[in-house]
C-alpha cells in the first residue's frame, strides 16, 4: 500500500461573490494575480517548497479555468507516478449525489481519496489566500506537541477579531476555546483556516458529524474535537497574509507589491512562486513611453505611461493613455489616449480609445455598494467599452457596449452597467 507521511487538501470549490463580476466565470482560486500569477499558485507552490508533494484540489464552482491551469500539476512539480496533483470535484455516487456543502463536507466526501495515501497527517488549505508558509515547520509543531490538531493563526487587530474563527491558547499555545466569529472575542489570535490533523483523528471526527448540515470546520469538526478534549495547539504565523476576498483587498495586495520595498516579496530565490506560463515573447517597451513602480506582465507592449499599476501578460497600452493605480489582466487592450484610475480590468477586455475611467467624485454604487466601494472602477472579462466613453467611481461595466448606450458618453459614478445575459 502506498504510505505518505502528510497530503494536503486544498479547497479551491469557492465562488468568491465578493469580487463581484471577477468571478462570474471562474472560481475565485482562478483568479490573475500580480501581473503573472493565479491565485491558487500561492498554496500550491508553499506545498511543494514544503515538500508536499501530494495534493487534491476540491473544485466546485465554474471550475473551468482552474482545471486547465493545474492541468497535470507540471509548473509545481507535481506531475507525480506516485501522489502529485489530483482534481477532486463532485461526483455522482450510487446511493446519493450532492454538492460539496461546507469545507469539511467536501474533505468528507474525498474519504476514499485520503484513505489510498494512509497517511499519518493532513493538511487542509484553502485556495484563496496570497501567503507563504513552510508547511514542514507546522508539522514539526505539531509533532512536537503530539497534537490531534494544529491551527494556524495569527494575531489580527482586536477590533476587527469578530470577522474571524478565534483561538484562546493557554502558555504552551494549547487552545483552550475556540470561537466562530464572536461578538466579543476574547483573544486576537485568528484561525487561517489551515489545519494539520492527525489523519485517525480528522477521519473519525468527518464520519461522526457526517450528517450536520453544510459541515464545516469552524462551525462543527474543531468544536467536536474540542469537546473530547483532543490535544489542539495553535502555530502562530506572523509572516504576510492576505485574504483577497473582497475587490478592495484585492486591489491592494497587488498594489503592495509594487512598493519600493514590498511587504510581499515575489522575487526571493529560495521560495519561488510556480506558475503555468504561457509561451510569450519579452515585453516591448516602445519609445516616448513611461513606467514607473509597476509590474508588467509578459509579451505586453506599452505605448502609453503606467505608473503604480500592476499590468498582466499578453496587454496592449495604447499611445498617450494614462494607466494609474490600476490591474490590467492578461489579453486586454487598453486604446489611445486612455486615462485609468484606480480601475480593475478584467482578463480579455477591449477598451476603446481616449476612454477615461474612474472620474468625478465618489458616489455609492446603486446595485452592491458592499462589493463596488473604495473608489474602484471595475470592468468585467470580455468586455468591450467604446471609444470616448467617461466611466465615474464605484462603477462596474460588464458587457459589449456601443456609444450610443451612454447617455452624453457618460457613466456616471456608482452606476452597474451589465448586459443581459451576463448574471452578475
Not at 446519493?96 to 467536501?106: I, L, M
Not at 491592494?252 to 526571493?268: G, Q, R, S, T
Amino acid at each position: 500500500m502506498i504510505k505518505k507521511e502528510m497530503i494536503a487538501m486544498l479547497l479551491a470549490g469557492g465562488q468568491g461573490s465578493r469580487l463581484g463580476v471577477l468571478t462570474t466565470h471562474m472560481a475565485k482560486p482562478a483568479v490573475s494575480f500580480g501581473g503573472k500569477y493565479r491565485i491558487i499558485d500561492f498554496p500550491l507552490s508553499n506545498c511543494i517548497n514544503s515538500g508536499v508533494d501530494t495534493v487534491g484540489v476540491l473544485t466546485q464552482y465554474q471550475p473551468l479555468k482552474l482545471n486547465t491551469h493545474i492541468g497535470i500539476g507540471i509548473p509545481w512539480d507535481l506531475d507525480r507516478n506516485i501522489g502529485g496533483v489530483t482534481v477532486l470535484p463532485p461526483y455522482e455516487k450510487s446511493s446519493n449525489s450532492e454538492w460539496y456543502t461546507g469545507t469539511a463536507n467536501a474533505i468528507y466526501q474525498n474519504l476514499e481519496y485520503m484513505e489510498s495515501y494512509n497517511p499519518d497527517y493532513v493538511l487542509i488549505l484553502s485556495g484563496d489566500h496570497i501567503y507563504k508558509m513552510d508547511y514542514e515547520v507546522m508539522l514539526d509543531f505539531h509533532k512536537q506537541n503530539n497534537a490531534a490538531v494544529t491551527i494556524a493563526s495569527m494575531p489580527v487587530p482586536i477590533e476587527e477579531a469578530s470577522r474571524f474563527g478565534i483561538v484562546v491558547t493557554d502558555n504552551e499555545r494549547r487552545i483552550t476555546a475556540f470561537e466562530e466569529k464572536p461578538a466579543k472575542p476574547r483573544s486576537n489570535l485568528a484561525s487561517m483556516g489551515i489545519y494539520i490533523f492527525s489523519w485517525e483523528v480528522l477521519r473519525e471526527a468527518l464520519i461522526a458529524n457526517k450528517d450536520e448540515s453544510e459541515l464545516d470546520f469552524g462551525k462543527h469538526v474543531i468544536p467536536y474535537l474540542h469537546e473530547k478534549k483532543e490535544r489542539m495547539f495553535a502555530y502562530e504565523f506572523n509572516g504576510y497574509w492576505k485574504d483577497v476576498g473582497t475587490l478592495n483587498s484585492y486591489w491592494e495586495a497587488n498594489m503592495e507589491l509594487i512598493d519600493i520595498i514590498p511587504e510581499f516579496n515575489l522575487y526571493e530565490e529560495y521560495w519561488r512562486i510556480f506558475t503555468k506560463s504561457e509561451s510569450l515573447p519579452p515585453q516591448y517597451i516602445a519609445k516616448g513611453s513611461k513606467i514607473e513602480k509597476s509590474i508588467i506582465g509578459e509579451g505586453s507592449e506599452i505605448y502609453g505611461e503606467v505608473k503604480n499599476s500592476v499590468i498582466g501578460y499578453g496587454v496592449t497600452i495604447g499611445k498617450g493613455a494614462v494607466v494609474r493605480d490600476s490591474i490590467v489582466m492578461n489579453n486586454t487592450t487598453i486604446g489611445d489616449g486612455c486615462e485609468l484610475d484606480k480601475a480593475i480590468i478584467a482578463e480579455n477586455v477591449t477598451i476603446g480609445n481616449n476612454v477615461k475611467l474612474g472620474v468625478g467624485e465618489e458616489v455609492e454604487n446603486d446595485t452592491k455598494p458592499q462589493i463596488y466601494n473604495h473608489g474602484i472602477v471595475t470592468i468585467g472579462e470580455t468586455s468591450n467599452i467604446p471609444d470616448g466613453i467617461t466611466v465615474g467611481k464605484n462603477s462596474v461595466l460588464v458587457g459589449s457596449f456601443e456609444a450610443e448606450e451612454f447617455e452624453n458618453g457618460v457613466l456616471p459614478s456608482g452606476r452597474t452597467l451589465i448586459k443581459a445575459g451576463d448574471k452578475r
